[in-house]
């Protein structure tokens, strides 16, 4: 039997052609399907070969999040990407208007984090 595999995450966000180009711009990502999605909405798939974000928009536009996912069960914290050349994506970051927070040097690796335009927090991490 294969060993269980993430395979993608579904977001929700305000503009997912916005998303998908952010993504491809500072990972390298494509986007694998877009289309019609549940209750009228539009999702696009972004990602590689093996994995993906699946970023959802509904039909009728969603509120802002306004809470703290850190405290709020069922929350999604952040999303984690793993990349070579942590200091170039940081530098594309920077390039969009995003601003990178908390950065870290731990073994084994660095990490910093930054907010998406919706607020979705994503982390950078380099193993290299």
Known sequence: MPTPRLEHL?????????????????FGWQIRWQGEAKDGGH????GNDD???????????VAAKTNNNYTTTGGLNHVGVVVDDIDAVEAK??????????????EPGRRFYFHDPDGIEFEVVSYS
């Open 10 to 26: 579904n977001l929700t966000s305000s503009n997912p052609q916005a998303m998908a180009a952010m993504l491809d711009d500072l």
């Open 43 to 46: 999702t696009i798939h972004v």
């Open 51 to 61: 994995t993906y974000l699946a970023v959802y928009a509904p039909k009728a536009q």
């Open 93 to 106: 970051v920077v390039a969009r208007g995003l601003k990178p927070v908390m950065h870290a040097d731990y």
